[in-house]
């Protein structure tokens, strides 16, 4: 107990650091049209990522208005694949730099419906590239312990 109290207080700590104070970010509705939704090799049950950088809602969803975390991450084929995460608030796990956790996906629970854009908090000049991978689902974790 008394090091899981520790360990909460060295990622809070970490979540602190790695987000700059600094960074403004806005609401911005993001269209999907010049991305490519990810394919997925359908014998994986789980996509193992690396985060490279969040960027969490900053509002909860109400009603018919959704808000998405964005989680810029990477594959272990080192492809760079953008997750958007709908209504779910940023799991600690996400800062861990420590490797005792592992982000990924539970490839059943990839939303298959297309979505045309999708609103997220980000940096004003934040920017997607042309032509890069995307998917919607929630993360979770494998604990390496």
């Known amino acids: 107990m008394k090091y899981s109290l520790i360990i909460i207080g060295v990622l809070a700590l970490i979540f602190t650091l790695r987000c700059n104070p600094?960074?403004?970010?806005?609401k911005r509705t993001v269209s999907l049209n010049a991305y490519e939704s990810f394919k997925n090799d359908t014998t994986r049950k789980y996509l193992e990522l690396t985060v490279?950088?969040?960027?969490?809602?900053?509002?909860?969803?109400v009603g018919s208005e959704k808000y998405a975390n964005l989680y810029i991450t990477k594959l272990l084929n080192d492809q760079n694949l953008y997750v958007f995460e709908y209504c779910q608030k940023v799991s600690v796990y996400v800062y861990d730099t420590t490797g005792r956790y592992v982000p990924l996906i539970d490839t059943?629970?990839?939303?298959?419906?297309?979505?045309?854009?999708?609103?997220?908090?980000?940096?004003?000049?934040?920017?997607?590239?042309?032509?890069?991978?995307?998917l919607f689902a929630d993360l979770s974790v494998l604990s390496e312990s």
């Open 22 to 26: 600094g960074e403004k970010y806005v």
């Open 52 to 61: 490279l950088k969040v960027y969490p809602a900053k509002v909860k969803c």
């Open 108 to 134: 059943s629970n990839i939303l298959r419906d297309r979505q045309d854009s999708v609103i997220i908090f980000a940096p004003k000049d934040f920017s997607i590239p042309t032509g890069a991978k995307y």
